[in-house]
């Protein structure tokens, strides 16, 4: 099985900050990383798709990066929206998520 | 657009079973797979399961295998999650989530239900 591990597992931020989370599988996944994003009480949403690919509809300040085992998901400038939960999520042998990583009010 | 209505909230007894819903509307339904992940309360996303609703294929994740069945009803757009001989540790948040798929192995899951809280208590 593929791990899929996340840091931080929480930071604290500001509206406006510049936020960036990574994560790191556990074998060569290519770009095969997607990013998705929970607020309290509602389903996951997509964000990224294939490392770096916006998904339609999800706003510019949000950028993806990586290939290989490592990636990142960047925030250019966190919206009160933004706060919640970001997990990645590798497709290259079957799935799992990263344990997620909790985007908190500073 | 495309919704996915998932069925009320349960309340199990440990070892009984309990059968979620997922009705789709808005896409074609036989040419998105359907997922299953769940979410115990504060815990992070697990993946248990996909149905192909062209040719009733299943895949399910070694954790779940012989305790979860992944059914649907292409009559009525309906993918359903069946999990038998439940304990406390089942008590979880069940989504189905559409998959789309970009290349061979760039897909993705756009769209979610809401969820459905299952409790197992006794």
């Known amino acids: 099985d593929v791990q899929m591990t996340q840091s931080p597992s929480s930071l604290s931020a500001s509206v406006g900050d510049r936020v960036t989370i990574s994560c790191r599988a556990s074998?060569?996944?290519?770009?095969?990383l997607n990013w998705y994003r929970q607020r309290p009480g509602a389903a996951p949403e997509l964000l990224i798709y294939?490392?770096?690919t916006l998904h339609s509809g999800v706003p510019s300040r949000f950028s993806g990066s990586g290939s290989g085992a490592d990636f990142a998901l960047t925030i250019s400038s966190l919206q009160p929206e933004d706060f919640g939960t970001y997990y990645c999520q590798q497709t290259y042998s079957d799935i799992t998520f990263g344990g997620g990583t909790k985007v908190e009010v500073k | 657009q495309v919704r996915l209505v998932q069925s009320g909230a349960e309340v199990k007894k440990p070892g009984a079973s309990v059968k979620v819903s997922c009705k789709a509307s808005g896409y074609i339904f036989s040419a998105h797979f359907m997922y299953w992940v769940r979410q115990a309360p504060g815990q992070g996303l697990e993946w248990m399961g996909w149905i192909n609703p062209d040719n009733n294929g299943s895949n399910y994740a070694q954790k779940f295998k012989g305790r979860v069945t992944l059914t649907m009803d292409t009559s009525s757009n309906t993918a359903f999650m069946e999990l038998s001989r439940l304990t406390s540790g089942d008590t979880a948040v069940y989504y189905c989530?559409?998959?789309?798929?970009?290349?061979?192995?760039?897909?993705?899951?756009?769209?979610w239900g809401l969820g459905t809280l299952v409790t197992v208590s006794s």
């Open positions: 074998q060569n996944i290519n770009y095969y």
């Open positions: 294939g490392a770096s």
């Open positions: 989530a559409r998959q789309s798929v970009v290349d061979m192995a760039t897909f993705l899951l756009d769209f």
